[in-house]
């Protein structure tokens, strides 16, 4: 069951990612070591919260690159994550050296390469807007892009992780809060 949870979780992230199975958004990532981003997810059977967390440089077949992390409280199992080892500026197929999944009480399991056997096209959104928004009492400015598929996201460098404060379409989620340093999950 916890494998399935894990794929499930990874899901998530890759299908509110991609509107097509060609590619991934091409948003830059917002790199501050200690950062984190926690974000509410809309579902048919209720809202689900979500932690980004950036995390310290790292190696992989002689190649180099950032550790994110995608966090989630599974209720009866407890935290659980899958930690993503990207190369480059952005968070694509091409870019991501290896998919690290931990769960409570297992070892962690490890995929390199993930979609390397993929074609990928670029997926850059068109620009729609510039604006401001107040998440959590900060004001950030930010960029709402368009992608094929129906697919809208708002990016703004002030939030670190994938600098996402909201996507639209089919599975939508916004940004709640976010900092550098701390406990993301306090005050929940």
């Given at each position: 069951?916890?494998?399935?949870?894990?794929?499930?979780?990874?899901?998530?992230?890759?299908q509110a990612q991609v509107a097509s199975p060609?590619?991934?958004?091409?948003?830059?990532?917002?790199?501050?070591?200690?950062?984190?981003?926690?974000?509410?997810?809309?579902?048919?059977?209720?809202?689900?919260?979500?932690?980004?967390?950036?995390?310290?440089?790292?190696?992989?077949?002689?190649?180099?690159?950032?550790?994110?992390?995608?966090?989630?409280?599974?209720?009866?199992?407890?935290?659980?994550s899958v930690q993503f080892l990207v190369a480059?500026?952005?968070?694509?197929?091409?870019?991501?050296?290896?998919?690290?999944?931990?769960?409570?009480?297992?070892?962690?399991?490890?995929?390199?390469?993930?979609?390397?056997?993929?074609?990928?096209?670029?997926?850059?959104?068109?620009?729609?807007?510039?604006?401001?928004?107040?998440?959590?009492?900060?004001?950030?400015?930010?960029m709402e892009y368009s992608f094929p598929g129906?697919?809208?996201?708002?990016?703004?460098?002030?939030?670190?992780?994938?600098?996402?404060?909201?996507?639209?379409?089919?599975?939508?989620?916004?940004?709640?809060?976010?900092?550098?340093?701390?406990?993301?999950?306090?005050?929940?």
């Open positions: 069951m916890m494998g399935t949870a894990l794929l499930s979780l990874l899901a998530l992230l890759m060609q590619g991934l958004p091409e948003l830059p990532l917002v790199v501050r070591e200690g950062g984190w981003a926690r974000y509410e997810a809309v579902a048919s059977d209720g809202p689900a919260r979500f932690v980004i967390k950036v995390g310290a440089p790292g190696r992989h077949q002689g190649k180099r690159g950032r550790w994110f992390e995608l966090e989630v409280e599974v209720p009866s199992v407890g935290r659980t480059g500026e952005r968070f694509t197929a091409d870019n991501l050296l290896l998919v690290r999944a931990t769960a409570p009480g297992q070892k962690p399991r490890d995929t390199s390469g993930p979609f390397r056997d993929e074609t990928s096209t670029r997926r850059q959104g068109r620009f729609l807007q510039k604006k401001t928004v107040t998440v959590s009492g900060k004001v950030l400015e930010v129906g697919t809208t996201a708002e990016w703004s460098s002030a939030v670190p992780g994938f600098g996402l404060v909201s996507q639209g379409g089919e599975n939508p989620f916004h940004l709640l809060a976010f900092g550098v340093g701390g406990d993301p999950w306090k005050d929940l």
